[in-house]
Each structure stands twice: as structure tokens, then as C-alpha cells.
């Protein structure tokens, strides 16, 4: 069993950053991966980015590429979404999910993981 806790949402100015963390308990943290997903209003859920569990591969949405990172501190059972120069079309609630011995970008998919958080709502204002 995994929970996961998001926290770092907030109200930003287009063009500004904000760091995303989410953290989780459980031991077993290092054999998940890890993704964050985002929902818009009106809009399904919609993968953002993912790190596989052993930490070498990473996978950024086109949408995203460039702007946010991805980053994960398995010491710290911690996962983190940098995101910076952000535009309102960002704005959405934001969820980290977990799926055990993820590791290959199809992995991530919002039917497909393991345990979700509850989210963070980040609005970006223009």
C-alpha cells in the first residue's frame, strides 16, 4: 500500500515557476514509478510526466517538454514536478500516481496506475 501526499500548488503569474512535491509513504517508494497527471475543468485526465523506478528514465508530455522537470529523492520517498515558465493553460489540478516497476513511458496512463493522491491545484493567472 502506497499513499501519496501533493503539496506546492498555488496561484502564479504566466511566466512564473512553482515546485510540486509529493510525498509517500511506504518502504517500497524505490519500486514504483512515479507519474504526475493533470486535470483541466471540463477536460480528462492527462499525463504531465513520469520517472521509471530506477530512476534512469524520465518522460515529459510535448506539451510540457522544456518547461517542466521531473525528479524523484527515493531517501526522501519524495517525487517533485519543477515547473517554470508556466502559461494558463497549465492550470488544472495536478496528481501524482504511483505504479509499481513502472519504468517505460507507456507505462503511465490514468487507468493504469496503482494509487493516486488527491492533488494540488495550480492556477496560473494571465
Known amino acids: 500500500q502506497v499513499q501519496l501526499v501533493e503539496s506546492g500548488g498555488g496561484l502564479v503569474q504566466a511566466g512564473g515557476s512553482l515546485r510540486l512535491s509529493c510525498a509517500a509513504s511506504?518502504?517500497?517508494?524505490?519500486?514504483?514509478?512515479m507519474g504526475w497527471f493533470r486535470q483541466a475543468p471540463g477536460k480528462e485526465r492527462e499525463f504531465v510526466a513520469a520517472?521509471?523506478?530506477?530512476?534512469?528514465?524520465?518522460f515529459h508530455a510535448n506539451s510540457v517538454k522544456g518547461r517542466f522537470t521531473i525528479s524523484r529523492d527515493n531517501a526522501k520517498n519524495t517525487l517533485y514536478l519543477q515547473m517554470n515558465s508556466l502559461k494558463p493553460e497549465d492550470t488544472a489540478v495536478y496528481y501524482c500516481?504511483?505504479?509499481?516497476?513502472?519504468?517505460?513511458?507507456?507505462?503511465?496512463?490514468?487507468?493504469?496506475?496503482?494509487?493516486w493522491g488527491h492533488g494540488t491545484l495550480v492556477t496560473v493567472s494571465s
Open positions: 520517472l521509471g523506478w530506477s530512476g534512469g528514465s524520465t
Open positions: 511506504g518502504r517500497t517508494f524505490s519500486k514504483y514509478g
Open positions: 500516481a504511483a505504479k509499481r516497476w513502472a519504468n517505460s513511458g507507456s507505462d503511465y496512463y490514468p487507468d493504469g496506475m496503482d494509487y
